[in-house]
């Protein structure tokens, strides 16, 4: 079941999720719309270098590598970042989430889908892997970015940049660990 913006909220009230700063209350104005609430980009964007070696996807992800290999960009209203066409970049959320498991529950986890608007703009946001598993954060959901449009796109912070659909599992899950839980930097 996705939960509509008056049920997020009252998920948020009681603790059974967190967004953090939340850019506010009234589930009649932004960040919410009727089934999911919006998210803003952070300040921080981190951008991939070219290297002479292919990535194998049957390897373990390499954190260290891809820090290694990608440079951090700050970003501001002044100085935003030029995402030219059929680029690709990571990015976060300024909004820390989490999807506790703890107590009865219910219990929660998300997907993060892009904004009709941005999208518009021919920008995917984190088009592969959209789920947030129950037991994620606190942290800040890291946004794979890429301009599939002809134009640049600038990229600013505390831009409504992603949406989060919250949805109630049917019972309470078992542990599972994953290396993405308490992400702190866009590299994982």
Do not use: W
Not at 164 to 177: Q, V
């Amino acid at each position: 079941m996705i939960l509509s913006n008056v049920d997020i909220l009252a998920a948020l009230d009681e603790g059974r999720l967190k967004i953090d700063p939340l850019m506010g209350r009234d589930v009649s104005r932004p960040p919410f719309n009727t089934s999911s609430v919006d998210l803003r980009l952070a300040p921080s964007i981190r951008v991939p270098k070219t290297t002479p070696t292919s990535h194998r996807l049957d390897q373990p992800y390499d954190r260290e590598y891809y820090a290694k290999n990608s440079d951090p960009h700050d970003i501001t209203d002044e100085r935003p970042y030029v995402l030219k066409p059929n680029c690709f970049v990571l990015g976060q959320t300024l909004e820390k989430v989490e999807f506790p498991m703890t107590g009865d529950g219910p219990f929660y986890a998300a997907r993060v889908e892009g904004r009709s608007s941005v999208a518009r703009y021919g920008m995917l946001v984190h088009f592969t892997a959209p789920t947030i598993h129950t037991g994620f954060g606190p942290a800040p959901i890291t946004l794979e970015l890429i301009n599939l449009g002809h134009n640049d796109i600038l990229l600013t912070p505390n831009v409504r940049v992603c949406q989060l659909i919250i949805e109630m599992l049917s019972s309470r899950p078992n542990d599972a660990p994953n290396q993405f839980r308490k992400q702190v930097e866009a590299t994982g």
